[in-house]
């Protein structure tokens, strides 16, 4: 039997999405084996319910758990806002990209005004607030959701005319409100980064849930004896359960190292 | 026990789209009683697999069956593009949405220069160009998706400078050549009619399907004896697979007649 920090690490996202943080990830430990999950079959998770998305939650993780992690990892801003809590049943340490993305903003804001941008589902969820306010009471929270950038971004359509309108339009009521940082709280967003950073102006802090999770689980593998200690070469492994040819062209936009081997699982 | 005249209608949907539907054909026939099927648990289908939305379709399918129908419609393009044949194992008249469009097209070309628009899926599938060439081999017709006009409907973004921007830089390939009629190959396109003519020109004219599916189906009633002759009043009842509350929202935008009682119905 292999020893336990040879286990992979288990990621999902509802698509492509999550892909941003195996990328961050595999920079921060580059010898962890890694299995994805992102459920194409079903995507996008932003638009639906809280029950919906802890069903989809459940699934997922019930996948990656078979195969024989050590740590699951939820790449999905949308489901760790709804599902976190429903995962805790797991024996096993649990990664979500809200808390980093929260701890990161707490740290940079200066003026303690935050805004959020998220998926409708995320932003309706309030949990990026919830969060926020455990780390101070008195924090300014302003949060919006931005229902075409997923979309967008899987158009590839991510700078000029049409996707500045509609950054224009979702963030105008941000502007107002003098915030210093805006959390990215969907895992597509950072692909607007120069959007959005255009209309937010250079005194706005943009803050990447991705490297500040990938941190987050260097600590947790390391708390719990996890990390892996062998320097033989790693494997990425990507599992969907929709067809894997638009999953490889599309991941392709969000992740560095080529998508070699993409398997198919049904329910 | 009833006569068979007094079973429902069966319509299903990958979400809201298809309440265009409904409202053409309650409008058509406004005795027949309407079981409607919204898929929004695994909404949309428009970027999936010919194998996924197929196992989608008969699970629709088999839903509504139970509830005693007498005519199934496939209100939806992509699933009619890409499931309609794996379908016709259920013993009953099917309506889809794809021939009547084409038929509507057929009758209108005069220069037999035909355009579609669709989602990805439902172009890729090349069902509307095979239809097409059933009626008249030498149609001559070109085809684009144009995957955010589903998102901007769903935004409620049909008129105005960012929808002008996205229908003319999908549409420019069009422009060039020469068609004088377009199908607009989505349930949710009609409503963006305003948009995209005005990027088309009057002189190219724009075929909904839903008018021609509605007739379709007094047809097909007709011709198996089983139009409702009863003046009593009629019954719509619509399921969702996710939470109702933001398909009766949306719904609104698609559906002039109040959406009064919505049940979820879980697999």
Redesign the interface.
């Known amino acids: 039997l292999n020893a336990p920090e040879e286990s992979p690490i288990g990621i999902f996202d509802s698509g492509v999405g999550g892909l941003t943080v195996v990328q961050a990830i595999h920079a921060r430990v580059p010898h962890e084996h890694i299995v994805y999950f992102g459920d ?3 995507v996008p998770y932003g ?3 809280k ?2 998305i802890t069903r989809y939650a459940l699934e997922n993780a019930d996948f990656l758990v078979k195969q024989n992690i050590k740590l699951l990892i939820v790449a999905c801003n949308t489901a760790s806002a709804c599902a976190i809590e429903a995962l805790q049943k797991y024996n096993m340490p649990i990664v979500d990209v809200i808390k980093p993305g929260v701890r990161a903003a707490a740290k940079q804001t200066r003026n303690g005004r935050i805004g959020i941008i998220g998926t409708r589902s995320t932003i309706h969820s309030n949990a990026y607030v919830e969060e926020l306010k455990k780390y101070d009471r008195n924090v300014f929270c302003t949060s919006i959701s931005c ?2 950038f997923v ?2 971004v ?2 590839n ?1 991510t700078e000029g ?2 996707p500045s ?2 950054a224009s ?1 979702y963030l105008a009521p941000l502007i107002s409100k003098h915030i210093d940082t805006l959390i990215l709280g969907c895992t597509h967003y950072p692909l607007m980064r120069k959007t959005i950073s255009k209309i937010m102006g250079d005194q706005v802090r943009l803050v990447d849930s991705a490297s500040e999770t990938a941190l987050e689980v260097e600590k947790t593998l390391e708390s719990y004896g996890l990390l892996r200690r062998s320097i033989t070469s790693s494997r990425i492994s990507f599992y969907v ?3 894997p ?2 999953f490889t062209q599309m991941g392709s936009i969000f992740l560095d190292v080529p998508i070699e081997h993409v398997e198919i699982v049904c329910d």
Chains 1, 2 share one sequence.
């Open positions: 194409t079959a079903r638009s639906k319910s029950e919906t229902p075409l979309p967008l899987e158009e359509m005319l049409i309108l509609v339009q359960s929709d067809d040819i638009r």
